[in-house]
């Protein structure tokens, strides 16, 4: 069973920056591709971002050179890196692990204007 791990949302001003982790955790555990998704209230849960195993990347046109995601394959850990923040980033991010469909419980990032 793998276990997904999320910190670092919080309440942040327009303009301001987060740094989101995810530690994945488990026996046997080695992941392909791990991401970030998002959900904010009364919209569909969206890709912001997602990285493989060797280090490649994509991102949401949204959040294209503002955001940066990285992974650390030894610690298993994903990391979100989120700079010039916009009020409509404000939602609920979830971290999102495969094989396997795993989910992350979800932290709240808010962007005041």
């Known amino acids: 069973q793998v276990q997904l791990v999320e910190s670092g949302g919080g309440l942040v001003q327009a303009g301001g920056s987060l740094r989101l982790s995810c530690a994945a955790s488990?026996?046997?555990?080695?992941?392909?591709?791990m991401g970030w998704f998002r959900q904010a209230p009364g919209k569909q849960r969206e890709l912001v971002a997602r990285?493989?195993?060797?280090?490649?990347?994509i991102y949401a046109d949204s959040v294209v050179g503002r955001f940066t995601i990285s992974g650390d394959n030894v610690k298993n850990t994903v990391y979100l890196e989120m700079n010039s923040l916009k009020p409509e980033d404000t939602a609920v991010y979830y971290c999102?692990?495969?094989?396997?469909?795993?989910w992350g419980q979800g932290t709240q990032v808010t962007v005041s204007s």
């Open positions: 999102h692990l495969q094989p396997g469909d795993y």
């Open positions: 488990g026996s046997r555990f080695s992941y392909n591709v």
């Open positions: 990285i493989t195993r060797s280090g490649n990347t």
